[in-house]
């Protein structure tokens, strides 16, 4: 007899939840029908294919094998339905999509929306949170991240280079002057952003030479929101580096202004979509990193601002 398509799909989101709950919580079924479908598959085939504990079970050797196996077949079904319902125009499906909240609600809105309107039987979730989603667990198609991807299983498409700048308020500047050397930096409130791994370290780069130097800096104020450390240099509590993504409407009204180092600038990130290595991505998820990449690309408006002030010593 051959295995049930929805048993081995609930089997494969019982091994990526790690739990019979999770697994439940993901289908919307109750723990019980999660539970029956697993035994069903396991007399078919007359092995076991879970160790059993409290709260947590893990594959058996051949349910490794079921696992790898049938996850492949899933996702590859689920690709040819897609080829199937895109030749006939009515590409549907859930996408779940993760992005950095600032970054998401400033500019993800329109884009999305505009996905949506071409394709209408198309759902998506979106997820706004500066903190890394594990899209290993299958909760997420997709992440929209900014920063260095480092070592990884997951699968990258670059969308473009995010400058960083240091800035602060005019009425900062006006009481405590304005650093023109990195060996200033010190003496200077740095407000800090928590929510990375370099904690309150500020890296900078000598332009036109891959030398970078990082700095321990401290000030009044740490926060792991970029909105909350945006505010707090408007009103005139520090020095700040963040995104020009975050920074550009400040520098447009006045509020903040740009420094400059002479020959250092603070390293930049990548923008960059990323999702889990499958045999075969869906076409849903592939439509949307398609939109993306065709919505968010260089050069970006928002280091338009920016421009002006690139090398000019520390002066407003």
């Not at 904690?199 to 401290?218: A, D, I, K, V, Y």
């Not at 075969?280 to 592939?286: D, G």
Request: overall charge positive; charged content about 25%.
């Amino acid at each position: 007899m051959r295995p049930d398509p929805e048993a081995l799909a609930t089997f494969v989101q019982v091994v990526d939840s790690g739990s019979i709950t999770g697994a439940a919580a993901r289908l919307g079924l109750a723990k019980s029908a999660v539970s029956k479908r697993v035994a069903q598959l396991e007399a078919q085939l007359a092995t076991r294919l879970l160790h059993r504990a409290a709260r947590h079970v893990s594959p058996t050797e051949s349910g490794t094998l079921l696992y790898e196996r049938a996850r492949a077949l899933l996702a590859q079904l689920d690709s040819v339905a897609d080829e199937v319902l895109a030749r006939s125009g009515a590409l549907q499906g859930v996408v779940r999509l993760a992005a950095p909240l600032s970054f998401g609600i400033r500019y993800l809105g329109p884009v999305i929306a505009d996905f949506m309107q071409r394709y209408e039987r198309m759902e998506v979730t979106l997820d706004f949170d500066d903190r890394h989603v594990d899209l290993m667990s299958g909760s997420y198609d997709l992440a929209l991240r900014s920063g260095r991807l480092g070592d990884s299983e997951l699968r990258a498409r670059r969308l473009g280079t995010s400058r960083r700048a240091l800035c602060c308020s005019p009425a900062y500047a006006a009481r405590h002057g304005l650093p023109d050397r990195l060996e200033a930096l010190p003496g200077h409130s740095c407000l800090g952003y928590t929510n990375t791994t370099s904690g309150h370290l500020w890296r900078f780069g000598r332009t036109g030479t891959r030398e970078e130097r990082s700095l321990s800096l401290r000030g009044r104020l740490a926060a792991n929101s970029g909105e909350a450390l945006l505010d707090a240099a408007r009103a005139g509590l520090g020095l700040v580096v963040l995104p020009t993504f975050l920074l550009s409407h400040a520098v447009r009204d006045g509020t903040l202004r740009p420094i400059s180092i002479p020959g250092w600038e603070p390293v930049p990130d990548s923008i960059q979509l990323v999702y889990p290595p499958t045999p075969s991505l869906p076409l849903k998820t592939r439509a949307l990193i398609e939109h993306l990449a065709e919505r968010i690309s260089e050069p970006f408006a928002w280091d338009e601002p920016f421009a002006p002030f690139q090398e000019r010593p520390g002066t407003l």
